[in-house]
């Protein structure tokens, strides 16, 4: 073996090693290995219950103990999904999920998970916050419940930027209530995928710092007459470098909730990472060349 093909192969293990722990999945929980599963909305999330469906990423209710936040529900098939639902907490409640390593914001990550409204009523939401280890708030969304439900982006000091609307074929009784119907009867998910671009990105533009794509029709794209694709949002605290957990928490009073299933959060590699890979190939190459 020649001095120039060991540099080769030490380069391309080097590349695959520092790809390996700098970027791909950081969190990814789908429910179906959950062992307690509700008909309705019993309260059966505890933490155990929760991280027996997460295959990357750990879970953390309010307060940091273990008080469910909602329940494990099914559509009987194996299917599951988090019934993130005030009744089965009995008022305002948090559940927070936890990466394996930091997620380093000048990266960039993507987030997608599915999701649909509950028991919608005014004056009511559920918050999406990714936090830092610290719990400073770099971006913070909001999914309202009212009869038409909204996608917003809520920046300092609290004001909110309106980025998607559900179409007139998704407000009002179209949307269901989980103490009378089971999940996934009758209805598709909405697909929701955040982009957080990340400084190093080179097609950033001054004023985003991320996009926004929302698949109204859950059909696997955002092509649909009703999606919205690419909205850009602007950092709530810039001054953030990491982002540790994505905080879920209920605003307002009464029976209203979410279902959420398939939360998966994928950081991108490193610029350092993407180099080590490219040379690497380009020293296979060359020897095969030679």
């Keep these: 073996m020649t001095s120039s093909f ?79 639902d005030s009744p089965t907490a009995g008022g305002t409640f948090i559940s927070t999920a936890n990466f394996t390593e930091d997620l380093e914001i000048a990266n960039g990550a993507t987030i997608e998970f599915d999701i649909y409204a509950a028991r919608q009523g ?29 996608f917003e982006f ?47 990105a080179s097609t950033v533009l001054d004023d985003e710092s991320g996009r926004l794509s929302v698949d109204w029709e859950g059909d696997g794209n955002f092509t649909g007459p009703n999606d919205v694709q690419n909205v850009a949002f602007s950092p709530r605290n810039a001054g953030i470098a990491e982002i540790t957990k994505i905080r879920l928490g209920y605003n307002g009073s009464g029976s209203r909730g979410i279902w959420l299933d398939n939360l998966v959060v994928t950081e991108v590699p490193e610029p350092a990472s993407l180099a080590l890979i490219g040379l690497g190939g380009l020293a296979m190459l060359r020897r095969r060349k030679a």
């Design 6 to 84: 060991k540099m080769c192969m030490g380069l391309a293990a080097v590349a695959m090693f520092a790809g390996s722990v700098s970027a791909g999945v950081i969190f990814s929980a789908d429910f179906d290995a959950s062992t307690a599963v509700s008909g309705s909305v019993t309260a059966n999330a505890t933490v155990p219950n929760l991280e027996a469906g997460t295959s990357v990423g750990t879970w953390s209710n309010t307060s940091g103990g273990n008080p469910p936040t909602g329940a494990i529900i099914s559509d009987g098939a194996g299917d599951n999904a988090f019934a993130f």
């Design 122 to 150: 005014g004056g009511r939401d559920v918050v999406f916050q990714f936090r830092n280890a610290t719990n400073q708030i770099s971006y913070n969304f909001r999914f309202e419940l009212d009869n038409s439900k909204h």
């Design 154 to 200: 809520v920046e300092t000091g609290g004001a909110a930027t309106r980025l998607a609307t559900a179409p007139d074929g998704q407000t009002g009784s179209d949307f269901k209530n989980p103490a009378v119907d089971g999940y996934k009867n009758g209805f598709t998910p909405i697909h929701v995928k955040i982009d957080l671009l990340g400084t190093n």
